[in-house]
T-cell receptor, first 115, second 110 residues
Framework: KAGVTQTPRYLIKTRGQQVTLSCSPISGHRSVSWYQQTPGQGLQFLFEYFSETQRNKGNFPGRFSGRQFSNSRSEMNVSTLELGDSALYLC??????????????FGPGTRLTVT | GNSVTQMEGPVTLSEEAFLTINCTYTATGYPSLFWYVQYPGEGLQLLLKATKADDKGSNKGFEATYRKETTSFHLEKGSVQVSDSAVYFCALTDDYKLSFGAGTTVTVRA
């Protein structure tokens, strides 16, 4: 089975711009979660999508948004980029989310640098 | 919410040494517990998991036991290799998401 794929792997953007990141989950998985990883804050939950619906959201400003398509692929968007948005953005795929002890499988991440 | 406290690194070892990384948790209910590993420039890889008390997760020579009485899930490996150099994260289910420890950087020298 193919793993979780994320595109692009690297991005450099300027403050004020917006960016869209993409994630393709493992075949058969319907839950996609997004996490932000930074040296200062560690790994923080952004949001989770299940069957095209945002099911849960972390404590991030409204500039961070996402969506999920009928094939379970997901995108996240960050508008009006700030320097502090520089991070590794990780997508995690799961059969049904964290309930029931289902594992989350992570992609390689997208490294976003905001200048 | 649930949270994890992980021993701080960095940890430097010689090849074939014994590795222990301490992890304790605070949780309501009975979360599932995980260890993830991150190699340089990569995402997180699931190393092992345990879903209930006294469960032992194991993979690639690594082991961890879900200890409810001490709220711990310590990671151990009997004989490390240079290829085990990475950052290790303890995590638990926290309602609808995973909550992670700060990560422990392990360097194994030949």
């Amino acid at each position: 089975k193919a793993g979780v794929t994320q595109t692009p792997r690297y991005l450099i953007k300027t403050r004020g711009q917006q960016v869209t990141l993409s994630c393709s989950p493992i075949s058969g998985h319907r839950s996609v979660s997004w996490y932000q990883q930074t040296p200062g804050q560690g790994l923080q939950f952004l949001f989770e999508y299940f069957s095209e619906t945002q099911r849960n959201k972390g404590n991030f400003p409204g500039r961070f948004s996402g969506r999920q398509f009928s094939n379970s692929r997901s995108e996240m968007n960050v508008s009006t980029l700030e320097l502090g948005d520089s991070a590794l953005y990780l997508c995690a795929s799961s059969f049904a989310g964290t309930s029931g002890g289902y594992e989350q499988y992570f992609g390689p991440g997208t490294r976003l640098t905001v200048t | 919410g649930n949270s994890v406290t992980q021993m701080e690194g960095p940890v430097t070892l010689s090849e074939e040494a014994f590795l222990t990384i301490n992890c304790t948790y605070t949780a309501t209910g009975y979360p599932s517990l995980f260890w993830y590993v991150q190699y340089p420039g990569e995402g997180l890889q699931l190393l092992l998991k345990a879903t209930k008390a006294d469960d032992k997760g194991s993979n690639k020579g690594f082991e961890a036991t879900y200890r409810k009485e001490t709220t711990s899930f310590h990671l151990e490996k009997g004989s490390v290799q240079v290829s085990d150099s990475a950052v290790y994260f303890c995590a638990l289910t926290d309602d609808y998401k995973l909550s992670f420890g700060a990560g422990t950087t392990v360097t194994v020298r030949a």
